[in-house]
């Protein structure tokens, strides 16, 4: 790994190595189930209110992505989990060669302002990170429903065949499940076979693009230089007021201030608490793995001195197992009630038993 890194950073500096593309997807990968996870336990308590938001979490998270996508594309120019890495997203010239370095290194402010991803840009880097994987994860779920059971039993299967007067919603359910059956599987194969493809060039330095889908919208992506960051801070820079204007009212719940102030704030706070809560999520996990919570809670418990439970209902046991034991057994018999039990035990008849059926042998006493 850090072979190939060297030998890549040696020829472009920008250029991100693989192995931090592919580390940057699968903290993008994790994000869902994790949400979805915690909305599952806080269901648990609360099912009135959030479980119909569980039944529609991924249409809920690929709208929330949309928003915070677009707004770390239009402000820091890449996605939420790139900013994370210090990568960002830039387009790719129409020129041979598609690389300027001598402007780069001598005018990078002008280079950066002609690279960025502009709007057309932005919502084509949207379908691909949004729409995309919600597409993806639907025909995945749709396939393990509809065609597993289906391949399970055999072609023979006449469970999904098409009524005679069917409806048009019938009909395109029906050929829906046909093309998840016969033509999803190698359309799945071919899809990963070309991330394959466009990895394995990418990591030997033939291609500018490691994914088909940035082949196809122009788009690459490259790591953060100094200039992107002056761009950033001035960007978020709070604007100088215009000489002679009136001072704007200053209140959290007028418009502007909700969409020029505490808008991209929250959503820039969100830089903060991914690193926050992977740092937590491995705490907890070092926590739950490591001896030293349970000497913990096991000195906790070493200081507690807790009497011998009393307990009731029980015969009483022999003196010397009682005081090996140091249990106390409380007797909730009255004397009286003693003494008659002895004297029915008494009066109880006590028959000889039989050795061939192990049965009590009863005998009548001449008339």
Do not use: C
């Not at 808008?263 to 809560?277: A, G, M, V």
């Not at 009483?316 to 409380?330: L, Q, R, Y």
């Amino acid at each position: 790994m850090e072979f190939m890194t060297n030998l890549q950073s040696g020829l472009d500096e920008q250029k991100p190595s693989l192995f931090e593309l592919l580390s940057e997807q699968q903290l993008g990968a994790l994000i869902p189930p994790s949400l979805r996870y915690l909305l599952a336990v806080a269901t648990h308590r609360y099912p009135r209110y959030l479980l119909r938001i569980l039944n529609s979490f991924d249409e809920l998270y690929a709208f929330l992505s949309l928003i915070v996508e677009r707004h770390y594309l239009r402000t820091y120019g890449g996605g939420f989990t790139e900013n994370f890495y210090g990568l960002k997203r830039e387009r790719v010239l129409r020129i041979k060669g598609g690389e300027i370095p001598r402007a780069a290194l001598g005018a990078p402010d002008q280079v950066r302002e002609t690279l960025k991803l502009r709007n057309s840009d932005i919502w084509k880097n949207l379908a691909v990170m949004v729409a995309l994987p919600y597409t993806k994860r639907k025909l995945d779920e749709h396939y393990d429903i509809h065609a597993a059971s289906a391949n399970i039993l055999g072609p023979s299967f006449r469970g999904d065949a098409l009524p005679h007067n069917a409806t048009y919603r019938q009909k395109i359910f029906h050929y829906y499940k046909w093309f998840l059956r016969k033509v999803y599987p190698s359309v799945n194969a071919a899809y990963y076979f070309a991330l394959l493809a466009f990895n394995l060039a990418y990591l030997f330095d033939t291609s500018k693009y490691h994914n088909p889908f940035f082949w196809l919208i122009g788009t690459r992506i490259r790591r953060m230089n100094q200039a992107d960051h002056k761009a950033i801070a001035a960007a978020a820079a709070p604007a100088p007021p215009r000489p002679g204007a009136p001072p704007a009212p200053q209140s959290l719940l007028s418009p502007r201030t909700l969409t020029h102030t505490i808008y991209p704030r929250l959503l820039s706070s969100l830089k903060i608490l991914l690193p926050t809560s992977i740092f937590a999520l491995k705490f907890l996990e070092w926590w739950h793995a490591s001896d030293f919570a349970r000497q913990l809670s096991r000195k906790a418990a070493e200081g507690l001195e807790l009497p011998a439970p009393t307990i009731t209902g029980v015969p009483k046991p022999t003196t010397v197992a009682s005081e090996k034991s140091g249990v106390t057994f409380a007797s909730s018999e009255n004397p009286d009630t003693k003494d008659e039990k002895e004297n029915q035990q008494k009066d109880k008849p006590d028959p000889p038993i039989s050795t061939l059926t192990s049965l009590p042998i009863f005998t009548v006493p001449p008339p």
